[in-house]
């Protein structure tokens, strides 16, 4: 029986030897693996990183044109608009001057005889002005005579 405990007490230290010789293997073979793992997620990482940076500055490039693509219209009609306001108001300006220039004219014209009455008179429709019977003649002959409304 001696020889089978010595044989069972070698088979248990062979076994024990095998058990920590393969948990040595199976650790060194996961060690590698760990390190294989953590250097592919390592990469992995820096390529994922610089793909959302170029990623990152195309959309940045494509919100800039697309910004100015809508501000450059909207402030070339806005100058445009401004333009145009004061062209219309330098105009309005020059037409109201005008028409207070003429207002002043009709004033005058009202004072210096504005009522008088001017029509076409006979078959050659000659102008002609209707005059005040009551007002005296002047001239040598009496040609001349006041109008009338003046």
């Given at each position: 029986?001696?020889?089978?405990?010595?044989?069972?007490?070698a088979f248990?230290?062979?076994?024990?030897a095998?058990?920590?010789?393969?948990?040595?293997a199976?650790?060194?073979?996961?060690?590698?693996?760990?390190?294989?793992?953590?250097e592919?997620?390592n990469?992995?990482?820096?390529?994922?990183?610089?793909?959302?940076r170029?990623?990152?500055?195309?959309?940045q490039?494509?919100?800039?044109?697309?910004?100015?693509?809508?501000?450059?219209?909207?402030?070339?009609?806005l100058?445009?608009?401004?333009?145009?306001?004061?062209?219309?108001?330098w105009?309005?300006t020059?037409?109201i001057?005008?028409?207070?220039?003429?207002n002043?004219?009709?004033?005058?014209?009202?004072?210096?005889?504005g009522?008088?009455?001017?029509?076409?008179?006979?078959?050659?429709?000659?102008l002609?002005?209707k005059?005040d019977?009551?007002?005296?003649?002047?001239?040598?002959?009496g040609?001349?005579?006041i109008?009338?409304?003046?």
């Open positions: 029986m001696s020889e089978i405990s010595r044989l069972a007490t248990e230290q062979r076994s024990k095998q058990a920590a010789d393969t948990e040595k199976v650790r060194s073979a996961f060690e590698n693996y760990e390190d294989a793992l953590i592919a997620l990469e992995s990482e820096r390529k994922t990183s610089a793909a959302i170029a990623q990152s500055r195309n959309l490039r494509t919100a800039l044109r697309s910004w100015l693509a809508v501000t450059i219209p909207v402030c070339l009609s100058l445009l608009g401004a333009g145009a306001i004061a062209a219309m108001s105009y309005i020059g037409q001057n005008e028409i207070a220039s003429h002043a004219t009709l004033e005058r014209l009202a004072q210096e005889g009522a008088i009455q001017l029509t076409h008179c006979g078959e050659s429709r000659r002609c002005a005059i019977p009551s007002a005296t003649a002047y001239g040598e002959n040609e001349y005579r109008l009338e409304g003046y």
